[in-house]
T-cell receptor, first 114, second 116 residues
Framework: AQTVTQSQPEMSVQEAETVTLSCTYD???????LFWYKQPPSRQMILVIR??????QNATENRFSVNFQKAAKSFSLKISDSQLGDAAMYFC???????????FGAGTILRVKS | GAVVSQHPSRVICKSGTSVKIECRSL??????MFWYRQFPKQSLMLMAT?????????EQGVEKDKFLINHASLTLSTLTVTSAHPEDSSFYIC????????????FGPGTRLTVL
């Protein structure tokens, strides 16, 4: 069974600084998808970024980028120029290419200091 | 973007009563919907997967007679918590997969259930 591990329960970053959230996963599949979701205090899940495993190029969405290391099964999220609105719980998630289910990590609480 | 709504956003009920939560895809057809449960500061736990017109598939350890799921149309799935007890108090989140976008789930805003 696939597992997703987020080893940082909480992280803090100063406003305008950069922070990296870690995620590792375990799978025997070669084709899959990885996601980072943000859950702010409103509890609404928001997709931050998506990475297809067959793509070598790291995904980027504005201030958010990932470092996808397929061999190491690592998928970290970098947030540049952190803003107060980035404060949230961040979840890393995995999905098999033709599967239904998302497998979530335990989450990382990100605090942004002004 | 695809929008998923949930109703109610919060509900308080007495122990022993049943509560129904609705999940709707507003601007797309959802062949598959998912129901999650989330405790404070914890991850989402998948409870069941429902496909339109067929019985839901429950995850191990989830009582199907306790949590009744119906997916009668391509835009609506319901979760009924039967004979609710205080330990059923939690945050319930649904998500829906657009048949055109196989790889992405769109999440509802969640329902906070409190059982007294």
């Amino acid at each position: 069974a696939q597992t997703v591990t987020q080893s940082q329960p909480e992280m803090s970053v100063q406003e305008a600084e950069t922070v990296t959230l870690s995620c590792t996963y375990d799978t025997s599949e070669s084709d899959y998808y990885l996601f980072w979701y943000k859950q702010p205090p409103s509890r609404q899940m928001i997709l931050v970024i998506r990475q297809e495993a067959y793509k070598q190029q790291n995904a980027t969405e504005n201030r958010f980028s990932v470092n996808f290391q397929k061999a190491a099964k690592s998928f970290s999220l970098k947030i540049s120029d952190s803003q107060l609105g980035d404060a949230a719980m961040y979840f890393c998630a995995y999905k098999r290419e033709y599967g239904n289910k998302l497998v979530f990590g335990a989450g990382t609480i990100l605090r942004v200091k002004s | 973007g695809a929008v998923v709504s949930q109703h109610p956003s919060r509900v308080i009920c007495k122990s022993g009563t049943s509560v129904k939560i609705e999940c709707r895809s507003l601007d797309f057809q959802a062949t598959t919907m998912f129901w999650y449960r989330q405790f404070p500061k914890q991850s989402l736990m998948l409870m069941a997967t429902s496909n339109e017109g067929s019985k839901a598939t429950y995850e191990q350890g989830v009582e199907k007679d306790k949590f009744l799921i119906n997916h009668a149309s391509l835009t609506l799935s319901t979760l009924t918590v039967t004979s609710a007890h205080p330990e059923d108090s939690s945050f319930y989140i649904c998500s829906a997969r657009d048949y055109r976008s196989y790889n992405e789930q769109f999440f509802g805003p969640g329902t906070r259930l409190t059982v007294l």
